[in-house]
């Protein structure tokens, strides 16, 4: 889905020039703390990119930079290919971490402020209060003030309160925290919508499961800086390991590969975590020998092994 | 929308959101119902000068023909009740006037009997009424009849002119009592909104979307104006009840010097709000839970105090002494004083232009420092920024954190 090209910046200096969002070698100190240490993160134009990383990696203060709520130290942020912009950023959907709504506001007039300062006209942001407020499914809550709502209602809005302007980049921090199941699909699809119509969308979640379901691509940071980045198919492969689970029908024999290391299993089941460059034929042929089994898989670990591994490395 | 747009974007929701609460609405409520109803009960109440009763005990000897020429006199000022006292003993009559029950008593042609001390009021018109009855008996002695001494007697119409305008109105004087009132508490009661206002912003996090979308002057200069606008609002509602009250009773007089007064008021009232409500959304920003408010507050609150303090001596009668004079200048405090100096007619036009000029460049300067602040504070948290840092801020330049 993305398009871009290779340019030269300096000699031995070169940097991916896209359409859509791409930071570049972001740094950011707050006293003696290192927030950001050369961070990179591209998100091209109708992509969905998964920004992950432990607490305290430097996904927030990214978000926050990308908003131009935080002053660099260092780094480009780009839009389109060219300096991100006052006007570039007023035209960012926002979802905080923290969230944010005033308690005393109503959910429509709430919607519509919002989209009045990111440009709107009155009539424009009342219409498009009425449709992003059905559309997270509180059409009939418009009059509701924001105090009186549930926090995943709350949420919706915070939602709607991104997406009323219909953002070119949506810039969302945990989005998914907090939300009932419904919420989460009802997020899933908008998000899902949006990048179908040429949205470019970032977000942050510890909720892997559902990364791994959403996400076009990856970029796991920690400590400041871009680890991997890549598409969870992608990543899985690189992974330096390997998952060999078998299901024994008969008694589970003791045995266990060389160089693997046994995880926790039900009774009946081995798992066995191998060294990526194994030879699955022969370790299919050794489990054979060992006993008689139902089922055997050998396959790259799952994208929270694969985050951890990142992270511990 | 440009800048100005999402600057009266951001006060519409202010003044809006404000507006609608409770507290607001019963606040304004309760100022129009005192506005229109302390007026009326004031024009209600009965007037005890006019309506005070005195007994006039009236001896054998007294001249019983005093009767209504007493009664002429005290028109308007006494309602006179005559006792007669023939046939009663002396200690019987002191007694009475012990009890209260005679106010004084006009015993033969020219004495007055007082209990324990001279009613001046009284006597002043027992003692027109016993001359005047003398010149007549001496007139008949002349030849001249009751009507040509009474000629003689009627008094010539005198002109007032005061030279000393200090002495003004009672009028603008309470305009001025009021405005000082609405010096010292409008802005700490807006400007604590407006505080609570910022803190509320932090707390919840929607500072951050908001960010996201507009400057930070932006949104202080909405809110500012948002709020400043809502009092001036609240205080045209509460004038008008109260105007109303004061014509539909007749109570109000107005001159043409109330005219020349009023827009001091008004500019320094207005001032005043912009320089606090900024001020204390300065103050706002450097905290991040409503809790720590009064830790910044309190500072502020000191001018305010030596102001209201100091413009109760200038209502008192000493509003040109050199202290009143030079704190006119200090800008958080020329709202409270200079419309008493004015009322008090004791201060020159160069003085008022200068201290008005100071005002709003003194609020000019302050949004100008807060816009500073407020760019390196919106987003913190935690702990409160101290006033070191804070001054900092002011000198940095933008966005160098």
Known sequence: ??????????????????????????????????????????????QLVGFLGPNGAGKTTTMRAILGLTALDGG???????????????????????????????????????????????????????????????????????????????????????????????????????????????????MAERVAGGASVVFSSHQLDLVQDLA????????????????????????????????????????????????DAPPGVSVFRVPASSDSARLIAEAAREGTFASISYEPPGLEDVFLEIVAS | MNGPNLVFEVAYRELRTHARTTAFKAITAFLVAAAIVGPVVVALWPDEDGARQ??????????????????????????????????????????????????????????????SQVDAPLAAILGAALQQRALLVRGEAYDLSENDVRQLLTPVDIADRIVDMTESSDFILAIAALGLFAGFLIPQVFGQLTLVS??????????????????????????????TLLAIGQILVFLAGLGAAMFATDSIDVSGSVWSFVPVLAVS?????????????????????????????LPVVAPLMVGFIVGQLAIGGRADTTIIRVLTFVPPITPMLLPIRVARDAVAPWEVAAALSLLVLASW????????????????????????KAWGFVRARPGSE
């Open chain 1, 1 to 46: 889905m993305q398009r871009g090209c290779t340019v030269s910046i300096s000699p031995g200096d070169e940097i991916l020039i896209s359409d859509g969002l791409s930071a570049h070698g972001l740094s950011k100190r707050f006293g003696d703390l290192v927030a950001l240490d050369g961070l990179d993160l591209t998100v091209g134009r109708g």
């Open chain 1, 76 to 190: 480009t942020i780009s839009w389109d290919g060219a300096p991100m912009s006052v006007e570039n950023r007023r035209d960012i959907g926002y979802m905080p971490q923290d969230r944010g709504l005033y308690p005393r506001m109503r959910v429509g007039e709430h919607i519509a402020y919002i989209g009045r300062l990111a440009g709107l006209s009155r009539e424009g942001a009342a219409d498009k209060a009425r449709h992003w407020a059905e559309r997270v499914g509180l059409g009939d809550r418009e009059n509701d003030l924001i105090q009186e709502l549930s926090t995943g209602n709350q949420q919706r809005v915070q939602l709607a309160v991104a997406l009323v302007h219909e953002p070119t980049l949506l810039v969302l921090d945990e989005p998914f925290a907090g939300l009932d199941p419904v919420a989460v699909a009802m997020l899933s699809t908008v």
């Open chain 1, 216 to 263: 076009d691509e990856l970029t796991i940071v920690s400590d400041g800086k871009t680890r991997v980045t890549g598409s969870t198919s992608e990543l899985r492969r690189r992974s330096p390991t390997r998952l060999l689970r078998i299901e024994w029908d008969g008694p589970e024999p003791s045995w266990a590969p060389e160089n693997a290391t046994r995880l």
């Open chain 2, 54 to 115: 005195v007994s006039i005990g009236l001896a054998d000897g007294a001249d019983r023909s005093l009767e209504e020429t007493i009664v002429a006199l005290a028109q308007g000022g006494l309602d006179v009740e005559f006792v007669p006292l023939s046939g009663r003993s002396q200690a019987d009559t002191e007694a009475a006037l012990a009890s209260g029950d005679i106010d004084v008593i006009v015993d033969a042609p020219d004495t007055l009997v007082w209990d």
């Open chain 2, 198 to 227: 910022v803190v509320e912003e932090k707390s919840t996090g929607v500072v951050e979307v908001l960010l996201g979308h507009i400057h930070p002057r932006t949104l202080l200069l909405g809110k500012v104006l948002g709020l």
């Open chain 2, 269 to 297: 009232l207005i001032g005043g709000l912009v320089f606090f409500n900024t001020l204390f959304a300065l103050l706002g920003s450097l905290i991040s839970r409503q809790e720590d408010a009064s830790q910044v507050i």
């Open chain 2, 365 to 388: 300067a302050m949004i100008r420092a807060a816009a500073r602040v407020y760019e390196f504070t919106l987003l913190h948290s935690g702990s409160r920024v101290s006033w070191k």
